[in-house]
């Protein structure tokens, strides 16, 4: 069963544009969410995280907003770049005193930038 | 100076055969993982290894057999292999209490 759903396999964006990547989740015991970014042949990479006392992260270019009540999250990304173009993984850890450091996994986003 | 490192990135077998999968942080963190990333793109976990002690194994077949010989190593041995175990295989670490977890570039098991 998935507890982390990302529903858009793919994303297009003009560049200079915002970039939304949505993120849905089921398990109310999830405490911490994170977003990953990966590129063609190399291992996801940690992209910016936000804690479930928080709504908003922000990064630089990279916002995440956390709504809780409707177990939703989305990355915000502007303006965007075309080297911004990977897979978004979106993922979620349960509440301490779980598993240690287990992460649950969304299928990805495609995001793609056009000039 | 790469901070997870996989061996060998790209692994093409028989059915049947046994082969291992290496993995090693210098990142001087306590907690390494394994995931599998299977033809539909889901990264699912199969096990976690904190301070050389196995802490998570999902359920995963047991001709997946991990093994870490410190904590900077952690390194995967699949016996009798099977079509279906093509997959991606990912290495990650982390400090015990931290969230981040860092991933190597991954090992593309190709069973014929």
């Known amino acids: 069963d998935q507890q982390v759903k990302q529903n858009s396999p793919s994303l297009s964006v003009q560049e200079g544009r915002i970039s939304i990547l949505n993120c849905d989740y089921t398990n109310s015991m999830f405490d911490y969410f994170l977003w990953y970014k990966k590129y063609p042949a190399e291992g996801p990479t940690f992209l910016i995280s936000i804690s479930s006392i928080k709504d908003k992260n922000e990064d630089g270019r990279f916002t995440v907003f956390l709504n809780k009540s409707a177990k939703h999250l989305s990355l915000h990304i502007v303006p965007s770049q075309p080297g911004d173009s990977a897979v978004y993984f979106c993922?979620?850890?349960?509440?301490?005193?779980?598993?240690?450091?287990?992460?649950?996994f969304g299928r990805g986003t495609q995001l793609t930038v056009w000039p | 100076d790469t901070a997870v490192s996989q061996t060998p990135k790209y692994l093409v077998t028989q059915m049947g055969n046994d082969k291992s999968i290496k993995c090693e942080q210098n990142?001087?963190?306590?907690?390494m993982y394994w995931y599998k990333q299977d033809s539909k793109k889901f990264l699912k976990i199969m096990f976690s290894y904190n301070n050389k002690e196995l802490i998570i194994n999902e359920t995963v077949p047991n001709r997946f057999s991990p093994k870490s010989p410190d904590k900077a190593h952690l390194n995967l041995h699949i016996n009798s292999l099977e079509l279906g175990d093509s997959a991606v295989y990912f290495c990650a670490s982390s400090q015990a209490a931290g969230n981040e977890q860092f991933f190597g570039p991954g090992t593309r098991l190709t069973v014929l």
């Open positions: 990142l001087g963190h306590d907690t």
């Open positions: 993922a979620a850890r349960k509440k301490r005193g779980s598993t240690l450091g287990r992460l649950y």
